[in-house]
T-cell receptor, first 116, second 112 residues
Framework: AQKITQTQPGMFVQEKEAVTLDCTYD???????LFWYKQPSSGEMIFLIY??????QNATEGRYSLNFQKARKSANLVISASQLGDSAMYFC?????????????FGTGTKLQVIP | DSGVTQTPKHLITATGQRVTLRCSPR?????VYWYQQSLDQGLQFLIH???????AKGNILERFSAQQFPDLHSELNLSSLELGDSALYFC???????????FGPGTRLTVL
């Protein structure tokens, strides 16, 4: 089974609208972390937001929020008020500690295009 | 700018050759991670070092090796290069072994 599943290879959103990028994960660890990264066409990986498995509140960072549903093992990224500069690849990732050693797994990504 | 630096930015070499990629983590970060991003395999975790000690290995080939030096910079050595090793190689760092990792700009390796 895939550890991180991003089912949307590509998405379009109108400028100023909100968009949700889906991410589901699979782990047997009780303690884990979930991340979202943005990769613009220039190639760099930009950290957006983090959610710990024990965090009770959904993480928020400016226009980014993480809709964490632990029972469903989903960690969807919500971008509010989309901007043209949000056009990029978005990766969901999970940190686990099997055997005490940290392991990070990335999803295959979602390509978001913001339409003017 | 994440504060993580990687050199060189681009590298073009031939099959069978050996190259070294260098990474300097953010000031104060003890953990360094290496990733390979290729079109067909996506972003793959290669190896993790914490304060000079290897902590975890991912999908790293035996032809590849890495180390983290006392000043915390890290090097990834790729030998007997094959066409399929062409990829973007990222280094990331974090304060400790948890939470967010900050990525460098990457080294684009092209093997001809």
């Amino acid at each position: 089974a895939q550890k991180i599943t991003q089912t949307q290879p590509g998405m379009f959103v109108q400028e100023k609208e909100a968009v949700t990028l889906d991410c589901t994960y699979d782990t047997s660890d009780q303690s884990y972390g979930l991340f979202w990264y943005k990769q613009p066409s220039s190639g760099e990986m930009i950290f957006l937001i983090y959610q710990g498995s024990y965090d009770e509140q959904n993480a928020t960072e400016g226009r980014y929020s993480l809709n964490f549903q632990k029972a469903r093992k989903s960690a969807n990224l919500v971008i509010s008020a989309s901007q043209l500069g949000d056009s990029a690849m978005y990766f969901c990732a999970m940190r686990e500690r099997p055997g005490g050693y940290q392991k990070v797994t990335f999803g295959t990504g979602t390509k978001l295009q913001v339409i003017p | 700018d994440s504060g993580v630096t990687q050199t060189p930015k681009h590298l073009i070499t031939a099959t069978g050759q050996r190259v070294t990629l260098r990474c300097s983590p953010r000031s104060g970060d003890l953990s360094v991670y290496w990733y390979q991003q290729s079109l067909d395999q996506g972003l793959q975790f290669l190896i993790h070092y914490y304060n000079g000690e290897e902590r975890a290995k991912g999908n790293i080939l035996e032809r590849f090796s890495a180390q983290q030096f006392p000043d915390l910079h890290s090097e990834l050595n790729l030998s007997s290069l094959e066409l399929g090793d062409s990829a973007l190689y990222f280094c990331a760092s974090s304060v400790d072994e948890g939470n967010e990792q900050f990525f460098g700009p990457g080294t684009r390796l092209t093997v001809l």
